[in-house]
């Protein structure tokens, strides 16, 4: 649970190891630099709200009612950030299990439907923003995708995994093939994570 004030976690992996996926230089700026700005930003919003303060940041994403355009933007870019670094893991090396592909079948009618949707989402994405799969409070999930630094929760939606498509994330790597990126990127997810996610 993310607690003000929040402080930058390592990733729970070496900076090359999502390689070629991702690069190093990618993951340096990613992680430390850009993360950081938001997590930075979002301890200042806070530092003269004690009621924010006592509160964990999903339960200020949760409900933005009041909650500063400060608060919301660089809090939901450290939610959004950590939890996508949190489901990364070596490109190929952690494949769904049967749980996760019955899943995911009984929800898109195939891994490949799901995949497709999910990438036609990211690439839809005008501008910046993230592609999400979600879960609703009935365990059916579905594909939504957010601009800027949005997140599900106010949704009442529980995200079990996303991808970051702000130019900051693949630009480096990919210039401005989006596409490329996003395929990279199935390599690399740890549907592990995931998983528990979805059940806990």
Request: charged content about 20%; some cysteine.
């Amino acid at each position: 649970m993310l607690m003000y004030p929040i402080e930058l976690k390592d990733l729970s992996f070496c900076y090359d190891d999502l390689s070629p996926s991702i690069s190093k230089t990618t993951l340096v700026y990613h992680h430390d630099k850009h993360l950081k700005a938001y997590i930075d930003n979002f301890n200042n919003a806070l530092a003269n709200n004690d009621e924010l303060k006592s509160k964990s940041l999903c339960e200020i994403l949760c409900d933005l009612n009041e909650v500063p355009l400060a608060v919301i933007n660089n809090g939901g870019g450290v939610f959004n950030h950590y939890f996508y670094f949190n489901a990364l893991c070596k490109p190929k090396t952690c494949n769904p299990s049967e749980y996760m592909i019955k899943s995911l079948v009984d929800g898109f009618g195939s891994y490949e439907k799901f995949r497709n949707e999910f990438k036609n989402a990211a690439m839809s994405q005008f501008g910046s923003g993230w592609a999400w799969l979600v879960m609703d409070k009935n365990n059916k999930l579905s594909i939504i995708k957010t601009a800027n630094q949005d997140t599900p929760l106010a949704l009442r939606l529980v995200p079990l995994l996303t991808i970051d498509v702000w130019e900051h994330a693949y630009y480096l790597d990919y210039q401005n093939l989006r596409a490329s990126y996003v395929d990279a990127y199935f390599d690399i997810i740890n549907w592990n994570v995931v998983e528990k996610r979805m059940k806990r």
